[in-house]
C-alpha cells in the first residue's frame, strides 16, 4: 500500500467473536481498499488475529451494547477519503469489488447506497434486498446514531440539506439473517435487548418499534411484533425511508398469525402509497392462494410480474416479480388441474432464475402429470434443463419414480460413484427388487456410513438371500429386535426408538405389504396400532398423504379407538372425502371426548365450509361477504391446526 | 410549411395503458415526448417501440415541473397534452389538424369523457391543445393546469372549442384500482394546501372531488364550500362545484341545507337540469314524493343542454326515468281534502326517526317532533327532514308532551307516532280515503309490535288511537298510556270513535335504542304515580301488570293484573283476562288457567288467545282431547279482530299447528302429525318454529334424506328453512345430515342466484361450527388451545 498521499477507500469493521466469517468477508474486500481499520468489542477467539493476519489495524474497545458508538470510535481512526464499512458477516461480490475504486473517484455523490442482499435461507434462492448506505465522505461532522441498526444519513443531511444520496447499483451479500445460521437466535436476542432499552428511552421512536417488531417476528414472537409494528405505523412518518419495509413486513407478520382480512388491507394501503411494490402484491397473492380466491391470486401474482425492474427503495425477496411469482402461478393451476398452464409457469419459473433442485423436481412432477407417461415427460427435461448435471439427473428420474431409469442412468456414470449416488442406485434397486443389484451396491459401500444399516436390514427383510454376504443374518436380526423399543427413557406415548422408527418408515415406503408381514411378527401386537399411527403421523408430515391413509387404515383396523378415527378421518378430509372424514372425526368425539378430537372436527367442518364457500364464489363472485368469510375461516384453521391449507390435490 | 403537434406526456408503470394512448395519436402528431418519473414496468420500453422519446426524471411529488420538463423538450409548434390513460377518439381526431391552422386562437379545450364503467360517463372540457409557448407551463402540483397561463397571456378571447374527445380510462374501477390512485392524490394534495401558494377554487374543487371518490363527504363539503368562497359563479367550473356540492350535503343527510341552497342556485342557473334532480333527491329522501315527481318533471322538461353544465344526467346513478318510475307507487292516488298534522315523540332515536319521517312525508303538512331530552343526531335528522323541534322541560308525564302536541298542532287531524314506529305505506290511501269525508272524531289503527328482527312473521297487535281531529276540548290524561280514546268517548260519546284499517309498525322491542331496564323503570313509575292518583281507575294497574309480563316477572304481573281484576268488578275487559292467562301459563299453573279460560272463552268466544292458552294447558296437562278440540277451533277462528283485541301472531294459525302435530306425536299418529308441522311451516312467520322438529322426526323416525323431498313436495324447501334444519339436525348430533342439508342449501343458492339469501346460510355455518365448539367445551373445559380461538366466535356475533 502507498501511503505518499491521502488513501481513497479505509474500510472500517466492527467485530466480535467473528472467526467463522472474517476471512470470507476481508478476502472478498481486502484487494479493493485502501486500509482495513477493525474495532474488536471482546472477541474471545481468534478474530483479531485473523484480520490481522489479511492486513487489518486492529484496535481493541469495551462493548457498550451501542452500534452506532462503536461505529464512530473506529471512523475516527480512518485516514481516507472515503469510509466503506461492512459486517463480518457480509462478502462483496466481485463486481461490487472491481468497481469500488471507480465509483469513488468518480461520483460526486456525498453517500452512496448498496444493495443488501439477505440469504434468509440454506437453499440459495431464498433472498432479500434491501437498501442502506455503506460509503461516505471522511467528514468528521458526520457520525452514525442510534444504537441499533445505526444509521449516518440523519448527520450527513443535518450537515447539508441537499447533500446527494445516491443509489450505487451494487450488491453487498450478507448471510447473518440465514435461518441456519449458528448464532442467529442467539444475536436476534441481543438486539431484542438493545432495541428495547433503546424504546426505554425513547417509547415513540417509530423506527425502534419498527426495527424490534422485525426481530420479534424473525424469533417468532408474532402477537408481540404486531403490537410493535402497529406502534411504528402510529408514530411513523409518511416520508420515511423504511415505510415500505413497515407494510411488507407488517402484513408478512398478519399473514403468519393467520389474521388475512387485516392482512389485506393492510397490504391494500400499503399500495395505495406504493403502487410498483411487487412484495405486497405478492403477499396479497399469498392470502388468495390460501383462502382458495384463486382468481384474485392469479391476478395479484400476474401484477408481481409486471415490475421487472425493481425499485431499489424496496426491501424485496429475489424473485417475487418473477420465478417465485411463476411458481405460485403453478401452484395455483396445478390446483385448478390445469397441469398445461401449471407446467409452462413452472418452466417460466426455472428459466428466470430459480435454480433451486425443489424447483426442478416440481417441474419433472408437472411434465409427467402433463404428458401422462414418462418418456415424453423426460424428453421435456432433457430439453428444457440441458444443464443439469448427472448426479441432479438421477437424483431427479429417481424421485420422480423412475427407478429403472434412475439405475440405468449410474451405470453411465464414472466409478467411484458419490455417496450420495451410491444410496440411490441401492434404493432403486430395492424398489425395483432388484436384489442382486442391491447387493452389489451394499457390497461397494462401507457398513458404517450412516444411511447403509438401515437400508441392509430393510433388504434383509425384504429378501432373505439379499444380504447373506454382507452381514451375518441372524446378527441383523437381533438388531433389528433390540432396536425396536426406546432404551433409555422409555414412554408409553413414545415407545418406539427413532432409529426404527426411520427403518420402518423407509421399510414401508418400499413395500408396504411385506412391511406389515414383518411388523406383525416382530412387534408386540398391542404396541402395533401406534407404530402405524406414528408412521402415519410422518406420512402426514411429508405431504404422502396417500401412505398416510393405509397406515391410519392399518392403526384403526388393529384398534378402535379415536385417535385413530380421526386421524383416518382427516387423512379422508385430505384424499377428497370430506363427508366421510367428517364422520369419521364425529365418531371419535363420540367415543371419546378429547379436546384434540373437537379440534380435528372443527378443522375438517371448516375445510367442508371453505370448500363449499370456494364453489359459490366460482359461481358468483360478487356476494362480498363470501369471500370476509372465506378469510375467516381460512384463519381459523390456521389457528387450528397451525397450517394454512390443506392441500387436497 | 405545414405546423407540427408534439404530444407531451408523464408516465409511470403505465404499461397497461401507454400503448393503445400513444397508438390513437399517431396519425396526428409530429413528435411525442415521453416523460418517465420512475416506472419499474415496461413502459419506457412500450414508448419508445412506438417512436416516443424517452425522458426519464426524477419524480419530486410535483406534477406540474414534470410535465413542464416534458414541454420542454417539444420541438413543435402545437403541443397536444394527453394522461397515459386517454386515448383520442378516432372519429374527431382529424379536427386537430384543421385547429392548429387558425391564426385566431393561442389553445383549444377538448372534451374529455370520463368513462366511469357501467356505461357511466361524465364529459369536462379541458384545455389540451395550446401553442409551444415558453410562458405556457403548468401550476399545482396535482390537477395541475396550464390555463392559467393561457388566460393570464393570451386572455379568454383566444381560447377556442373543438370538436375532440378524449376517452380517458382513469376512473374506469373495471380497469384501474381507483381507490389506490386516490390516496396518494388526496396525499399529495393536501401537502399542497399547507403551502398555500396554489389556493385556487379549482384547486380546492378538486381536493373535493378527491374526497367524494373516497367517500369522505364531509372533508369533500368542507373543500368545496371554501372553494365556493373565491369562486366566480361564472367561472368553467363554478355548476359542477354546485352540483357536487349539493350531492355531499344530500350524502351527509342535510336534505333542509341542500334545498335551501338549491332555491338560490336555482336562481343562478335556471336550465341546469341537474339541479332539479337534486332537488327531486332530497323530497325523495324525506318521503315527500309529490315534490319529487314535479322536480323530476321540471328536469324532463329543461332538455337543453348548456355547454357550461358537466353532462352527467344521472342522479345518484339513476336516470329521470328510473327516478320517476320508483316514486310512483308512493304518490297519492287520490287528492286529500283535509290538513294533517304528524306529532312524534322520540328520544334518542337517530337509528329510526329516518324511517318514520319519511313515512309521513307524503301526507303530512306539518311535522311535530317532541322531545324533553336527547343526546344523540335525531333532533339534527329531524330537521333536515323538515320537522318542526320542541324542546320541553323534563316532565314525568307523556300526557304533558301529548297535550303540548294536541295545542301546537294545526289543521284538520293529528296523526301520533313514536319514533320507532312507521305508517304502513300501502296504508296511506286507505287513511287518505278514510279522512276524507269522516264524520268522527278519532280512530284507532292498528299498532304492530315486532319480536325480532328476523323474523316478520312474529308480532303481536293491538288497536291504538292515534288518528284525532283538531278539536277543542281534549286531552291524555294518564302520564303513560295512550288513553285519549276515553276523552274522546266522554265529550262525544262512544260513536265518535271508530277504527281504520291503517297500520303503524312498531319496531322498539328488538332495537333498543335505550337500555331496557330504564324505560321499565320510568313507566313502572309513571304508572305507579297515576295508580296513586286514581285509584279507582283499574287501566294502570293492568299496564303496570303488562309491563312486568314483558320484563318476565310474571308473578308480580300476576299480581297487578288481579288488582285491576278487583278495581273492575264485573266488567272484565279480554285483554286482561288474556293477560292473566298468560301469566299463568309462564308461571305453569295450568289447571288455573283451564278455570279462568273457560269463564273468558264464555264471554269472549271469538278471542282466538285464549282459546289456544287453554289448549295449550290442556295438553301440558294431559288432556289431549279437550285440547285437541281448543285448537281446531283456534284454527276455525283464525286471528282474533285487532279492533277488539290485542292478538299475537300465530295464535290462529301455524302456533295451533305446531301443538297439534306435537299431540299426534304424542299419540304416535306421525302422519298427521308432520301434515300439521307442514301446515305450520307454510305459513308466514311459522317455519321457523315447526321446521326444526319437523327435522327431528325425519332423523329419529324416516330416513334423513328424505326430510328435503318432503320440504320439496310441500314447497317449503326455501334456502332459509334449509338452513333451519341443518341447524336443528347439528344439534340432534346429527352432523352429517346436517352439513348435507346445508350443501343443498348452498347449492340452491347458486342455482336459484338468490343471494340476499346468503346471511341465512352463513349464519348456520357459523351456528354449526359453534354448537361443536360449545359441545368440545363442555367435554374440555380450560383447554388452552379450544380457548385460543374462542375470538373465531366472538367475532361473527354480527351476522
Redesign the interface.
Known amino acids: 500500500m502507498k501511503w505518499l498521499k491521502q488513501p481513497l477507500i479505509s474500510l472500517c469493521m466492527i467485530v466480535k467473536n467473528e472467526e467463522s466469517n472474517i476471512l470470507r468477508c476481508l478476502d472478498s474486500v481486502k484487494d479493493y481498499v485502501d486500509e482495513i481499520l477493525v474495532l474488536d468489542t471482546g472477541s474471545g477467539d481468534r478474530t483479531p488475529v485473523l484480520a490481522q493476519e489479511q492486513g487489518a489495524c486492529v484496535f481493541f474497545g469495551r462493548w457498550e451494547n451501542n452500534f452506532a458508538k462503536a461505529r464512530n470510535e473506529i471512523k475516527q481512526q480512518a485516514r481516507g477519503e472515503w469510509i466503506f464499512y461492512l459486517d463480518a458477516d457480509e462478502e462483496l461480490p466481485p463486481e461490487t469489488g472491481r468497481s469500488l475504486r471507480q465509483l469513488a473517484q468518480q461520483t460526486k455523490a456525498e453517500a452512496l447506497q448498496f444493495s443488501i442482499v439477505n440469504y434468509t435461507s440454506s437453499s440459495d434462492t431464498q433472498k432479500c434486498r434491501g437498501l442502506n448506505i455503506r460509503m461516505f465522505k471522511n467528514n468528521p461532522n458526520y457520525y452514525f446514531e442510534g444504537a441499533l441498526h445505526e444509521q449516518i444519513a440523519p448527520s450527513i443531511l443535518r450537515v447539508n440539506p441537499s447533500a446527494a444520496i445516491v443509489c450505487s447499483g451494487l450488491e453487498i451479500l450478507h448471510y447473518g439473517y440465514s435461518f441456519d445460521h449458528p448464532r442467529r437466535i442467539q444475536k436476534n436476542q441481543r438486539n431484542i435487548t438493545i432495541l428495547e432499552s433503546m424504546l426505554a428511552e425513547n417509547p415513540k421512536d417509530d423506527f425502534t418499534h419498527y426495527n424490534l417488531g422485525v426481530s420479534l417476528y424473525v424469533g417468532g414472537q408474532l402477537e408481540n411484533a404486531k403490537r410493535h409494528f402497529q406502534l411504528a405505523k402510529q408514530y411513523a412518518n409518511?416520508k420515511s425511508h423504511y415505510l415500505p419495509a413497515l407494510y411488507r413486513n407488517f402484513t408478512a407478520c398478519l399473514v403468519d398469525l393467520g389474521e388475512y382480512e387485516e392482512a389485506l388491507k393492510l397490504a391494500?394501503?400499503g399500495?395505495?402509497?406504493f403502487?410498483?411494490y411487487p412484495d405486497l402484491y405478492y403477499l396479497q397473492g399469498q392470502i388468495y392462494s390460501i383462502t382458495n380466491l384463486f382468481e384474485l391470486a392469479l391476478e395479484r401474482f400476474k401484477q408481481c410480474l409486471?415490475?421487472?425492474?425493481?425499485?431499489p427503495n424496496y426491501i424485496s425477496m429475489d424473485g417475487v416479480q418473477s420465478f417465485l411469482a411463476y411458481e405460485q402461478l403453478a401452484d395455483i393451476y396445478m390446483h385448478q388441474q390445469k397441469w398445461e398452464d401449471a407446467l409452462q409457469h413452472q418452466l417460466k419459473a426455472v428459466q428466470n432464475g430459480t435454480a433451486s433442485y425443489t424447483s426442478f423436481l416440481r417441474l419433472g412432477l408437472l411434465a409427467k402429470q402433463h404428458f401422462n407417461n414418462s418418456s415424453d415427460a423426460i424428453d421435456f427435461l432433457d430439453c428444457h434443463l440441458p444443464k443439469l448435471r448427472p448426479e441432479e439427473r438421477i437424483k431427479l428420474l429417481f424421485d420422480m419414480g423412475e427407478h429403472h431409469l434412475a439405475l440405468q442412468k449410474t451405470e453411465m456414470l464414472p466409478q467411484p460413484l458419490p455417496y450420495e449416488i451410491y444410496i440411490i442406485a441401492l434404493k432403486s434397486a430395492i424398489y425395483l427388487k432388484n436384489w442382486q443389484r442391491a447387493k452389489m451396491f451394499l457390497s461397494q459401500t462401507s457398513p458404517l456410513d450412516k444411511e447403509i444399516p438401515t437400508l441392509a436390514a430393510i433388504c434383509h427383510v425384504l429378501d432373505k438371500d439379499a444380504v447373506k454376504d454382507h452381514c451375518e443374518t441372524d446378527q441383523l436380526d437381533q438388531l433389528l429386535a433390540k432396536s425396536i423399543y426406546q432404551k433409555d427413557i422409555p414412554s408409553e406415548e413414545h415407545p418406539f426408538a427413532p432409529l426404527f422408527l426411520d427403518f420402518a418408515f423407509q421399510l414401508i415406503g418400499f413395500d408396504d405389504f411385506e412391511a406389515v408381514n414383518y411388523f406383525e411378527t416382530v412387534i408386540n401386537p398391542l404396541d402395533l396400532p401406534l407404530l402405524y399411527s406414528q408412521l402415519g403421523q410422518r406420512a402426514f408430515l411429508r405431504k404422502n398423504y396417500n401412505l398416510a391413509e393405509r397406515l391410519f387404515a392399518l392403526s384403526l383396523a388393529c384398534q378402535k379407538k379415536g385417535i385413530h378415527y380421526r386421524w383416518f378421518g382427516l387423512m379422508n378430509v385430505y384424499t377428497g372425502d370430506k363427508?366421510e372424514g367428517?364422520?369419521l372425526i364425529?365418531h371419535s368425539?363420540?367415543l371419546e371426548?378429547?379436546?384434540q378430537n373437537?379440534?380435528f372436527?372443527?378443522t375438517a367442518?371448516?375445510d367442508?365450509?371453505q370448500h363449499?364457500l370456494r364453489?359459490?364464489v366460482v359461481?358468483?363472485p360478487?356476494?362480498p361477504?363470501?369471500h370476509q368469510?372465506l378469510l375467516?375461516l381460512a384463519?381459523?384453521k390456521k389457528?387450528?391446526i397451525g397450517k394454512e391449507e390443506i392441500d387436497c390435490q | 410549411m405545414s405546423v407540427k403537434i408534439s404530444l407531451c406526456m408523464i408516465a409511470k408503470n403505465e404499461s397497461d395503458f401507454i400503448g393503445n394512448c400513444l397508438k390513437s395519436t399517431l396519425s396526428y402528431v409530429n413528435q411525442i415526448i415521453v416523460v418517465d418519473t420512475g416506472s419499474s414496468d415496461q413502459t419506457p420500453e412500450i414508448a419508445r417501440k412506438l417512436g416516443a422519446e424517452v425522458y426519464t426524471y426524477t419524480w419530486n411529488n410535483d406534477f406540474s415541473a414534470a410535465r413542464n420538463h416534458s414541454l420542454e423538450k417539444a420541438t413543435g409548434d402545437w403541443i397536444l397534452f394527453m394522461d397515459c390513460d386517454e386515448e383520442i377518439d378516432p372519429d374527431l381526431g382529424h379536427h386537430l389538424l384543421e385547429a392548429v391552422q387558425s391564426k385566431d386562437c393561442d389553445a383549444y379545450y377538448l372534451n374529455v369523457k370520463n368513462l366511469l364503467g357501467m356505461d357511466h360517463e361524465i364529459t369536462f372540457q379541458s384545455i389540451r391543445l395550446f401553442r409551444n409557448l415558453p410562458q405556457f407551463r403548468f401550476k399545482g402540483k396535482i390537477h395541475e393546469q396550464v390555463s392559467d397561463a393561457i388566460f393570464t397571456h393570451s386572455g379568454p378571447g383566444r381560447i377556442g372549442r373543438l370538436n375532440v374527445t378524449l376517452l380517458h380510462h382513469g376512473y374506469n374501477p373495471e380497469r384501474v384500482n381507483i381507490s389506490s390512485k386516490i390516496i396518494r392524490n388526496v396525499g399529495l394534495l393536501e401537502e399542497d394546501l399547507q403551502d398555500r401558494s396554489c389556493l385556487d377554487g379549482f384547486y380546492l374543487y378538486n381536493v373535493g372531488i378527491e374526497y367524494i371518490r373516497q367517500g369522505q363527504y364531509q372533508k369533500a363539503l368542507e373543500n368545496f364550500i371554501e372553494a365556493l368562497k373565491v369562486t366566480n359563479p361564472n367561472s368553467g367550473y363554478a355548476p359542477p362545484l354546485v352540483n357536487k356540492l349539493l350531492v355531499c350535503l344530500i350524502e351527509l343527510g342535510r336534505y333542509r341545507d341542500a334545498l335551501d341552497q338549491l332555491a338560490y342556485f336555482q336562481s343562478l342557473y335556471p336550465d341546469y337540469h341537474d339541479l332539479f334532480l337534486l332537488q327531486a333527491a332530497c323530497h325523495i329522501q324525506c318521503g315527500r314524493f309529490s315534490l319529487a315527481a314535479d322536480s323530476i318533471e321540471k328536469a324532463v322538461k329543461t332538455p337543453h343542454r348548456n355547454p357550461r353544465y358537466p353532462v352527467e344526467g344521472k342522479i345518484f346513478n339513476q336516470s329521470p326515468e328510473q327516478l320517476q318510475k320508483q316514486i310512483e307507487p308512493y304518490l297519492l292516488q287520490k287528492a286529500k281534502n283535509f290538513q294533517l298534522s304528524v306529532c312524534i315523540l322520540a328520544k334518542n332515536q337517530e337509528k329510526h326517526i329516518a324511517r318514520c319521517l319519511r313515512s309521513v312525508g307524503e301526507i303530512a303538512d306539518k311535522i311535530l317532533l317532541i322531545v324533553t331530552e336527547c343526546s344523540d343526531n335525531t333532533l339534527n335528522i329531524a330537521y333536515q327532514m323538515g320537522a318542526n323541534l320542541y324542546r320541553l322541560n323534563r316532565s314525568d308525564s307523556f300526557a304533558q308532551l301529548r297535550n303540548f302536541a294536541l295545542k301546537n298542532a294545526c289543521g284538520d287531524w293529528i296523526l301520533f307516532l313514536n319514533g320507532d314506529e312507521e305508517i304502513n305505506s300501502a296504508d296511506i290511501a286507505a287513511l287518505v280515503e278514510g279522512l276524507n269525508n269522516s264524520t268522527f272524531i278519532g280512530y284507532k289503527i292498528r299498532q304492530r309490535t315486532f319480536y325480532a328482527a328476523a323474523n316478520e312473521g312474529n308480532y303481536r297487535d293491538q288497536a291504538v288511537c292515534r288518528l284525532i281531529r283538531n278539536e277543542q276540548g281534549l286531552c291524555y290524561k294518564s302520564r303513560l298510556i295512550e288513553d285519549i280514546d276515553l276523552s274522546i268517548a266522554e265529550k262525544h260519546g262512544d260513536t265518535a270513535l271508530s277504527y281504520l284499517p291503517v297500520t303503524v309498525f312498531h319496531y322498539g322491542f328488538h332495537l333498543k335504542s335505550e337500555p331496557e331496564e330504564q324505560v321499565f323503570r320510568r313507566n313502572i313509575y309513571l304508572l305507579s304515580k297515576d295508580s296513586r292518583d286514581q285509584d279507582k281507575n283499574p287501566l294502570p294497574r293492568q299496564e303496570m301488570g303488562l309491563q312486568l309480563y314483558n320484563r318476565g316477572k310474571y308473578k308480580a304481573a300476576l299480581v297487578q293484573f288481579q288488582a285491576a281484576h278487583k278495581l273492575y268488578g264485573t266488567n272484565i275487559p279480554a285483554d286482561l283476562f288474556c293477560g292473566m292467562i298468560k301469566c299463568l301459563v309462564k308461571l305453569k299453573k295450568y289447571d288455573e288457567v283451564v278455570l279462568l279460560s273457560k269463564t273468558a272463552v264464555d264471554l269472549y268466544p271469538d278471542y282466538t288467545d285464549l282459546l289456544y292458552y287453554q289448549g295449550f294447558s290442556c295438553l301440558n296437562l294431559g288432556l289431549l282431547h279437550a285440547a285437541k278440540e281448543c285448537f281446531e277451533k283456534c284454527l276455525q277462528l283464525g286471528s282474533a279482530p285487532w279492533e277488539k283485541y290485542a292478538a299475537c301472531s300465530g295464535v290462529g294459525s301455524f302456533l295451533p299447528h305446531c301443538r297439534l302435530a306435537e299431540l299426534y306425536l304424542q299419540q304416535g299418529n306421525i302422519d298427521e302429525s308432520l301434515l300439521h308441522y307442514c301446515s305450520a311451516a307454510q305459513i308466514t312467520g311459522g317455519a321457523d318454529m315447526a321446521i326444526p322438529p319437523m327435522t327431528d322426526i325425519f332423523l329419529s323416525k324416516f330416513h334423513p334424506g328424505r326430510l328435503l323431498e318432503y320440504l320439496q313436495d310441500h314447497k317449503l324447501d326455501t334456502i332459509r328453512n334449509i338452513c333451519t334444519a341443518a341447524m336443528a339436525a347439528n344439534k340432534k348430533n346429527c352432523l352429517l345430515e346436517s352439513l348435507a342439508l346445508w350443501e343443498r342449501a348452498m347449492e340452491k343458492l347458486i342455482t336459484t342466484r338468490n343471494y340476499e339469501q346468503y346471511h341465512n346460510i352463513a349464519a348456520a355455518m357459523f351456528q354449526i361450527l359453534s354448537d361443536i365448539y360449545t359441545e368440545a367445551n363442555q367435554h374440555n373445559s380450560g383447554d388452552t388451545q379450544l380457548q385460543s380461538i374462542r375470538e373465531f366466535f366472538s367475532q361473527q356475533d354480527n351476522i
Not at chain 1, 306 to 311: A, C, G, R, S
Open positions: 409518511k391494500q394501503e399500495l395505495s402509497h403502487p410498483d409486471k415490475y421487472n425492474k425493481l425499485n363427508l367428517i364422520r364425529r368425539c363420540n371426548n378429547d379436546s373437537y379440534i372436527l372443527l367442518v371448516s367442508f365450509f363449499c364453489h359459490l359461481n358468483c360478487h356476494i361477504k363470501v368469510h375467516g384463519g381459523f389457528k387450528l
